[in-house]
C-alpha cells in the first residue's frame, strides 16, 4: 500500500520561504503525475501545482512564479519550494497522484503565514 507522508510546513512572515517535502513509500513517481494540493479553512481543495512523470510543471495561477514544485526520483520524493508568501497561503498542504486518489490522502503539513 502507498503512503504519502507530508513535511516541511511552519509558521512563517509574509515574503517568507518554505520548502515541502513529499515521501513516498513507494516509488510512483516514475509511473504517475503528482500533485500539492491545499486547504484553507472554508475552503475547497485546490491544486496549487503538478509535476507530470516527465518532470511537466504547471501551476495554479496564485501561485505562478513564486513556488516551485520538483521531484527527485531516486528519493521517491516530491518537493514544493514556496517563496514570497503571502497570507492567503496559509492552508493545510497535501500532496498525492494528479488527480489525486482518495486512498492516498495524508495528514497533510501546516502551512501559516502571518502577516
Known amino acids: 500500500q502507498v503512503q504519502l507522508v507530508e513535511s516541511g510546513g511552519g509558521l512563517v512572515q509574509a515574503g517568507g520561504s518554505l520548502r515541502l517535502s513529499c515521501a513516498a513509500s513507494?516509488?510512483?513517481?516514475?509511473?504517475?503525475?503528482m500533485g500539492w494540493y491545499r486547504q484553507a479553512p472554508g475552503k475547497q481543495r485546490e491544486l496549487v501545482a503538478g509535476i507530470t512523470k516527465d518532470s511537466i510543471t504547471n501551476y495554479a495561477d496564485s501561485v505562478k512564479g513564486r513556488f516551485t514544485i520538483s521531484r527527485d526520483k531516486a528519493k521517491n520524493t516530491v518537493y514544493l519550494q514556496m517563496n514570497s508568501l503571502k497570507p492567503e497561503d496559509t492552508a493545510v498542504y497535501y500532496c498525492n497522484t494528479n488527480p489525486p486518489g482518495e486512498r492516498y490522502w495524508g495528514q497533510g503539513t501546516q502551512v501559516t503565514v502571518s502577516s
Open positions: 513507494v516509488n510512483i513517481f516514475r509511473l504517475l503525475s
